[in-house]
Antibody
C-alpha cells in the first residue's frame, strides 16, 4: 500500500526549531518529487516547500524561505522539514504529499502532523 | 510567483444541482492545474489533474476545463458526498500555489 506518515509535530515557542519527518512506503521513493503543504486552523491549504527526487533541487514559499530547510534520505525513504525561527503564524497541520510524475499534482497525502507555536 | 484566485469562497446548492468553481491564474500555467476535494479532518483528495484529466476512481460527474488562464471545476449533479471544500492548485517549475478554497454547502 502506498503510504506517507508524518511525525515530529508538537508545541514550540517563537524562535525555536522543530524537525518534521515523513516516512514513505509502497512506492519507489526516489522517483517522486515530494512537497510539504500546511493548513492553519480553519484556513486553506498553503504550499510550503518541495524537493526533487534526487534531493538536488529544493523550492520554498516566500513565507518560509531562509527559515525552513527541506531534505530527503532516499536510502531510508524519509523526507524532512527542519523549521527554524518558528513564528506564531507557522501554527498549522503539516502534510507531506507525493507529486505524480508529469502531472504537477499531489496524488498521495499523509494524515498530517500538528505544529503549534505559542509563547 | 504565480497567484491563484478562486471563486466563490462559499457556494450553497441542492442535491442534483450543477455547480461550477473557477480559478484564475495570474499568468499562463500551460494547464498545470489540479483540483482537490477536502472533507473536515481529512487530507485533500486529488480529483483532476492537467486541468481536465479525471483521477482514477473519481465519479464522472466531476469535470475540469480550461480557457487561457481561467480554469473551471464542474460537478454535473451534486450528490450528498460532494459537500466539502474544493481547492485548485497550480504547478510551476519552482513553486506551487493553491486557491483560497470553495466550501460547498447544502442549501
Amino acid at each position: 500500500e502506498v503510504q506517507l506518515v508524518e511525525s515530529g509535530g508538537g508545541l514550540a515557542r517563537p524562535g525555536e526549531s522543530l524537525r518534521l519527518t515523513c516516512t514513505a512506503s509502497g512506492f519507489t521513493f526516489s522517483s517522486h518529487v515530494l512537497d510539504w503543504v500546511r493548513q492553519a486552523p480553519g484556513k486553506g491549504l498553503e504550499w510550503v516547500s518541495g524537493i526533487s527526487g534526487s534531493g538536488g533541487t529544493t523550492y520554498y514559499a516566500d513565507s518560509v524561505k531562509g527559515r525552513f530547510i527541506i531534505s530527503r534520505d532516499n536510502s531510508r525513504n524519509t523526507l524532512d522539514l527542519l523549521m527554524n525561527s518558528l513564528r506564531v503564524e507557522d501554527t498549522a497541520l503539516y502534510y507531506c504529499a507525493r507529486m505524480r510524475r508529469e502531472t504537477g499534482a499531489f496524488d498521495v497525502w499523509g494524515p498530517g502532523t500538528v505544529v503549534a507555536v505559542s509563547s | 510567483d504565480i497567484q491563484m484566485t478562486q471563486s466563490p469562497s462559499t457556494l450553497s446548492a441542492s442535491i442534483g444541482d450543477k455547480i461550477t468553481i473557477t480559478c484564475r491564474a495570474s499568468q499562463s500555467i500551460n494547464n498545470w492545474m489540479a483540483w482537490y476535494q477536502q472533507k473536515p479532518g481529512k487530507a485533500p483528495k486529488l480529483l483532476i489533474y492537467r486541468a481536465s484529466t479525471l483521477e482514477r476512481g473519481v465519479p464522472s460527474r466531476f469535470s475540469g476545463s480550461a480557457s487561457g488562464t481561467e480554469f473551471t471545476l464542474t460537478i454535473s449533479s451534486l450528490q450528498p458526498d460532494d459537500f466539502a471544500t474544493y481547492y485548485c492548485q497550480q504547478y510551476g517549475p519552482s513553486s506551487r500555489a493553491f486557491g483560497q478554497g470553495t466550501k460547498v454547502e447544502i442549501e
